[in-house]
């Protein structure tokens, strides 16, 4: 048995490895407990965070001496198109159980994340997610970048992935 591939920790945002871990979770989540079409678009870096939609889930991450965040946010028609595929329920407002979806849905794709990055030497623990919704405001205290990816779904409706390390 071998050790674990040494991790460079300088910038993970740069390795298109641990990127694609959280695209492939993403589609992997959405598909399977959606039954729907999702596609990834172009990432972009986001020298600051800015929410893009009603509705986020936020989960903290660490690794050594790595430390950031994993948020996804939805527009409210995106969230409710997810939804309406996922449990067959028609929303119309953000509310508890719209929530609830949102922080499930955030840890499947972090889980999922987590267990691929960690099988290529990385070394996260699960963590708690939390939901924030309407109209917020994240201040970052840092100097760490965000690498923003946007998915797509059918009927036009978009959410935003955005990972940020420091």
Not at 18 to 45: D, H, M, Q, R
Not at 122 to 131: H, L
Not at 132 to 142: A, E
């Amino acid at each position: 048995m071998s050790a674990a591939p040494k991790i460079d920790q300088s910038n993970p945002l740069l390795d298109k490895r641990f990127v694609n871990a959280f695209v492939e979770g993403v589609i992997k989540t959405i598909s399977l407990t959606a039954n729907c079409e999702v596609e990834c678009g172009k990432p972009y870096i986001d020298p600051r965070y800015q929410p893009k939609g009603e509705v986020a889930g936020m989960v903290g991450m660490v690794f050594g001496t790595m430390k950031g965040t994993m948020s996804i946010s939805y527009t409210s028609p995106a969230i409710f198109y997810i939804l309406e595929k996922m449990l067959g329920e028609k929303h119309t407002e953000v509310n508890e159980g719209v929530t609830d979806a949102v922080g499930e849905i955030t840890n499947q794709i972090y889980g999922s994340a987590k267990t691929t990055l960690n099988q290529m030497g990385y070394a996260f623990e699960m963590a708690i997610p939390s939901v924030i919704k309407g109209t917020f405001v994240i201040s970052k205290h840092h100097n760490g970048a965000t690498l923003v990816i946007p998915f797509h779904l059918p009927e036009g409706h978009s959410f935003y992935v955005d990972i940020t390390v420091v």
